[in-house]
Each structure stands twice: as C-alpha cells, then as structure tokens.
C-alpha cells in the first residue's frame, strides 16, 4: 500500500468528526481538473510507511475520531480491505472514498464491516463522463451500478460532482441529479485552481452560478448543498 499523503486534521471530510485523511497513491482516471494529480497519475507525494502511518494513529487516539481513506483510487488495490480493517480495529471510524469504477469491490468493503461512510464522486452526465474523467468513450457500466449499491444500502453516505466550467453544463448537472433523485446527501463543489491542476486552461464557475446550479439539482435532490464555496 503506497501511502501518498497525509492530512492529520480535518473537520471537513467526515462530516460531524474530528478526523485525518490519508491519501493512496494511483488512479485509473485521468481527470483534467484533478487536484491530486501528482499522486494519484504518477503516485507521487509526501511517502509514508505503513508502519509509520499507524504509529501516528495510535497516538492521535482519544483526539481523532475517524479516518477518510483517499486517493488518487483506494479500491485499485487489494490490500486496501486488510488496511480498513486495521484501522477500524484500532477503533476510529472510517470513510472510503472512491470514483465508483470498482462495484465490486465497493461491495466487498460495505460487507466487510470496516466501513462507516462512502463518499462517491459522480464525475460527469453518462453521456460526457468521458470528458471529466479524460478517457474517451468511457464505459459508465460501473459508474452506474456503484451509484445502485449505495442507493440500496444502510451503510452512510454522499454523492458529490466538483463542477468545471467548460466541462459541465446545466443539462449535466440536472442529469446528474436524476440519477441519485431522492438521496440525502449531494454535494456541488466549485473547482479551484492549483498547482497541481494538469489542464491550466479550466475555469472556475462563479458563486452565484454555482448557486444556480443548485437550484437545479434541487428539483431532484432537495437536500443538495454547496460545498468549499
């Protein structure tokens, strides 16, 4: 398992808890907006063992209550179901999140019992995926069932699209609200500019479009929000 980086502190990527993100190196998108592309495209970053990753965890325990599981793609590998289940065993919490390309083994982690929250990225309507994830004639087969397994299970979880302009329009947005009508949890984010950003020609929606925007998914998704804006 190559662990890329470490965040020790969030409060924002478990929503209600104290938690670290630990990010996995590698991904198999190539998504020109990617704002951990030196990790996930080229597996680089801040490297940490294994064994030094857990040492930190143990000694964050009484102030961490969770763990966010990131990437690049944490369900490309697996040795990551024997890593979520030893952290949940240290006692913390855990949150996966994935881009929804390995239904099975999103099922296999939900069946493990190491698993609190899922967080899944929708990246783009079906029919123009290929454009966000910068992959042409992308199949979506297992974009789609990875939404129906959370749409069908008890485990806790969020849908979230970060929005581009030039890569997404109203007619996507509302496509994709379609597709996870009625969930509990949807969350828009405005992409921002970074350094680590492959396609430096991407522009940002402003707030009061975002805003627009979630009027639109609204109609599908009335508890939808705006996030980071």
Do not use: W
Request: overall charge negative; aromatic content about 8%.
């Amino acid at each position: 398992m190559k662990i890329c980086g470490l965040m020790k502190t969030t409060l924002l990527d478990f929503p209600g808890r104290v938690a670290c993100t630990v990010f996995l190196g590698g991904c198999n998108l190539r998504c020109p907006f990617c704002h951990n592309s030196r990790l996930a495209f080229k597996e680089n970053g801040d490297v940490l063992s294994e064994n030094e990753f857990f040492t930190f965890l143990d000694r964050r325990k009484g102030v961490l209550d969770a763990v966010c599981v990131s990437g690049g793609e944490p369900l490309m590998h697996k040795e990551v179901f024997e890593f979520l289940k030893k952290i949940k065993d240290m006692g913390f919490l855990v949150k996966l999140d994935t881009n929804g390309c390995f239904p099975k083994m999103l099922e296999t982690a939900l069946a493990s019992g190491s698993v609190d929250y899922v967080a899944m990225d929708i990246k783009n309507s079906l029919p123009q995926y290929g454009a966000a994830v910068g992959i042409d004639n992308f199949d979506t087969g297992n974009i789609e069932s990875s939404i129906e397994i959370l749409k069908n299970t008890e485990i806790e979880h969020e849908f979230r699209t970060t929005l581009v302009k030039g890569i997404h329009t109203e007619e996507d947005v509302i496509k994709m609200a379609r597709m996870i009508a009625g969930e509990k949890r949807y969350f828009l984010q405005g992409f921002k500019m970074s350094d680590g950003v492959p396609d430096k020609t991407l522009a940002e929606f402003t707030k009061e479009e975002m805003e627009n925007l979630l009027k639109s998914v609204r109609q599908y998704v009335p508890d939808a929000e705006l996030r980071g804006i």
